[in-house]
């Protein structure tokens, strides 16, 4: 994995610099910076715990569209603050931005 495959996945989880260095990286934000720019090499564990989370949220992205296009309406209930765990709120916000935006899905008022 690259550093700019690394920015997107980082962009598309919803997840800041110092989110994905403190929680997934254990490094500092400069560290994390370097990564991203390719100036240092990234460390294998970050590879594997990224390319987990891209394949989490793919699962999850792919179970909703096919509820959607069996005509299920979904609604979705938008997480504004996380409960225990950052990762899977950012993740959980990033999924439902992409369910209303692109796939119509409704959120809960």
């Not at 403190?22 to 994390?32: A, D, F, M, P, Q």
Request: proline share 4%; charged share 30%.
């Amino acid at each position: 994995m690259n550093g700019l495959k690394l920015k997107m996945i980082r962009e598309l989880l919803g997840l800041s610099i110092a989110e994905a260095a403190e929680y997934i990286g254990g490094v500092s934000k400069r560290s994390w910076e370097y990564w991203e720019k390719d100036d240092r090499t990234l460390k294998p564990d970050v590879i594997e715990k990224m390319n987990s989370l891209l394949q989490q949220y793919n699962d999850k992205l792919f179970t909703a569209v096919e509820e959607i296009k069996k005509g299920k309406p979904l609604t979705l209930h938008y997480p504004t603050t996380p409960n225990t765990d950052i990762i899977e709120w950012r993740l959980t916000q990033s999924l439902m931005r992409v369910l209303v935006c692109c796939y119509g899905a409704e959120l809960a008022k």
